[in-house]
């Protein structure tokens, strides 16, 4: 068993494709298996800037499938783990519960008061980055989970390369959750015993890190990418991605971390036999490769151009098995959030006022501006985890000195040029949760859309466009970054391909959080529609409606 287990993880990325016949009836059976994939960071700009490239699973989606190119995560506070609780819940931000990657609880007793999205922090001796993972701040059931109350033989899993990705996408219910953990391969929650397929998975993955790597060669589409760009310390845009034997960080970083996942998910349908009984099983696979490189190098160099051209081939292979071994599958790929390139590389590139964050707008150099303002000395006033996004104010403060807090605060902010708005929690709590278009949306409706009102903090701060929040002298490790309420960020690409479905695109908006009803029409799995923000797409081009029986 475990030479084929090896050899199916080994031989994944160069399966031959398999032709699809010319045209095919529409399926009028729910499919035995649904698989979704996230993209960390695949930015709709992403998608369509190499589009007319792609060979593999990216041109079976966008070629034969059902293409929405304008999808929004419609939310305020674009980050990972917002951005997948979206996916498969039909639920936006403001009901999942996971208002960010992680937020403030200056309730709490540690000392950083900081509260990792997807951890448990009532155990003892845990900080948000010594943590326990878990899913228990996701406040409404997945895809899954919902499949799995409804039939118990439901198969549910979900493997990624972040732990946020696997337990926001799987949900609380789900039967294997796994993500990649570090050198040693894929773990899971704590006391989780490693059944023999993942142990094989971890050796093979040990076998390919101790190879090495000599990189990539440079696709004809990247070569006007190649020229170097400075940020900070770093020089960047003309990476291959080799890699010395053993060093996992250049292995995390690099096409070859979701080659690797998506070869785990291909052994784990084989081995679990997913879709090949009854009931409709599902896998989401959180492919996270995009998000490093784009973090460590930006979007726009040869590092990005050699990561989406090596995502194409994988998805191509790991399609090409599930077509082999003869499952009915149904697919959906779309991403957690979009990102932006580097100032310094747009600033060579026809965008001479993009620019990086002023550090007076960090929450130490916020908060000691403000004691300055008011007199409220020896304590940190204003607490965040960086220069946008949710600000706290200390729970000590009486009802005068918070409202002193507040006005300085404002005052700071809204003077300042690189500040597009700033919202008080009361206002974005009076705001009606949105509807309609997505693309349509104001600041505050996007901001109403990732509030809640136990973990929101008291300020909600607002960059305007093209100001990259990592201020200049922090680039020594991420250069680039996401997590803004503009359409860079928000945009996203939503495919959907089933054997069958006829090929149509949709250039309108819609949102991540229709894809959770979309799918559980196609399985005839009733979801009521006061539980969730979504709304079910149409998979069928022309007469018929796949909705019919949502």
């Not at 000395?377 to 985890?385: A, Q, V």
């Not at 300020?459 to 490790?477: D, Q």
């Not at 229709?514 to 923000?533: F, G, N, R, Y």
Request: hydrophobic share 40%; aromatic share 6%; glycine share 8%.
């Amino acid at each position: 068993m475990f030479k084929k287990v090896a050899a199916a993880l080994l031989i994944a990325s160069s399966l031959p494709a398999l032709a699809q016949p010319a045209t095919t009836p529409t399926p009028s059976a729910p499919p035995r298996l649904i698989v979704a994939i996230a993209v960390d960071q695949f930015s709709a700009d992403l998608f369509s800037e190499y589009r007319q490239y792609y060979s593999g699973g990216l041109k079976r989606l966008t070629e034969q499938g059902i293409v929405f190119p304008r999808g929004y995560q419609s939310h305020a506070a674009t980050e990972t783990c917002p951005g997948h609780s979206t996916i498969l819940t039909g639920s936006r931000p403001s009901r999942t519960g996971i208002i960010a990657n992680s937020w403030f609880d200056l309730r709490t007793a540690r000392a950083d008061k900081l509260v990792y999205c997807a951890e448990d922090e009532t155990q003892p001796g845990t900080d948000s980055e010594n943590y326990q993972a878990s899913p228990m701040h996701l406040r409404v059931p997945t895809l899954g989970g919902r499949m799995k109350a409804a039939n118990p033989a439901t198969r549910v899993v979900s493997v990624a390369g972040k732990d946020r990705a696997a337990i926001m996408m799987g949900g609380p219910t789900a039967d294997q959750v796994w993500w990649l953990g570090g050198p040693k391969g894929y773990v899971s929650y704590q006391g989780v015993a490693t059944p023999p397929l993942v142990a094989r998975v971890n050796e093979v993955m040990a076998q390919r890190l101790a190879e090495g790597n000599p990189g990539f060669e440079l696709p004809p589409q990247c070569a006007a990418k190649d020229f170097p760009v400075k940020a900070g310390d770093r020089i960047v845009g003309t990476g291959r991605f080799a890699r010395e034997a053993g060093d996992y960080k250049a292995f995390r970083i690099s096409p070859e971390q979701d080659a690797m996942t998506l070869a785990f998910a291909a052994a784990a349908v084989e081995n679990m036999a997913l879709g090949r009984q009854a009931q409709t099983d599902i896998i989401s696979i959180g492919l996270s490769a995009t998000d490093y490189i784009g973090h460590t190098y930006g979007t726009e160099g040869t590092e990005s151009c050699i990561q989406v051209d090596r995502l194409d081939r994988e998805l191509g292979a790991f399609f090409d098995r599930l077509d082999k071994d003869g499952i009915d599958y149904a697919v959906v790929l779309t991403a957690d959030h979009g990102g932006h390139d580097l100032p310094e590389r747009h600033r060579m590139n026809a965008m001479p006022m993009e620019q990086r964050v002023d550090r007076a707008l960090t929450p130490k150099a916020l908060s000691a501006a403000v004691a300055e303002r008011t007199g409220i000395m020896g304590k940190t006033l204003i607490w965040g985890d960086g220069p946008a996004g949710d600000l706290y104010f200390d729970r000590s403060l009486t009802a005068a000195q918070r409202d002193r807090v507040e006005a300085a605060a404002l005052a700071l902010l809204r003077a300042h040029p690189q500040v597009q708005t700033v919202f008080t929690r009361a206002e974005i709590a009076a705001t009606p949760s949105p509807s309609g278009p997505p693309e349509s949306w104001s600041l505050i409706q996007e901001a109403r859309a990732s509030f809640d009102p136990q973990r929101s903090g008291d300020l909600l701060l607002l960059l305007k466009p093209r100001v990259m929040s990592i201020p200049e002298a922090a680039v020594m490790g991420s250069v680039a970054t996401h997590g803004s309420p503009w359409d860079t960020d928000r945009r996203v690409p939503i495919l959907f391909w089933r054997k069958g479905l006829a090929h149509f695109e949709q250039p309108l908006g819609v949102e991540t959080v229709d894809i959770m009803p979309t799918l559980a029409a196609l399985i005839e799995l009733p979801v009521p529609k006061d539980q969730i923000d979504g709304r079910c797409l149409d998979l069928i081009a022309g007469d018929g409606d796949s909705c019919a029986a949502e």
